[in-house]
């Protein structure tokens, strides 16, 4: 987690519409190259709620 939020974050680009850079779509079929995904945003998210729970000492509890 350290990793991507120092390396992979959009942080310091106001103009990004997303929090992870660098994802892959399609990459056999060139599609959607070095972009942002919704979904590593979405469990990028979810990583972070875990880790803060954990932090303060809650349980995680699944959605589904």
Do not use: F, V
Request: aromatic fraction near 14%; proline fraction near 3%.
């Amino acid at each position: 987690m350290a990793s991507l939020a120092r390396g992979y974050t959009s942080r310091d680009l106001p103009e990004a519409n997303c929090l992870l850079l660098h994802g892959t779509y399609r990459k056999p079929h060139g599609i959607g190259i070095d972009e942002g995904c919704l979904w590593g945003d979405y469990y990028y998210l979810e990583a972070l709620t875990r880790l803060e729970k954990g932090r303060r000492g809650e349980r995680w509890t699944s959605y589904w």
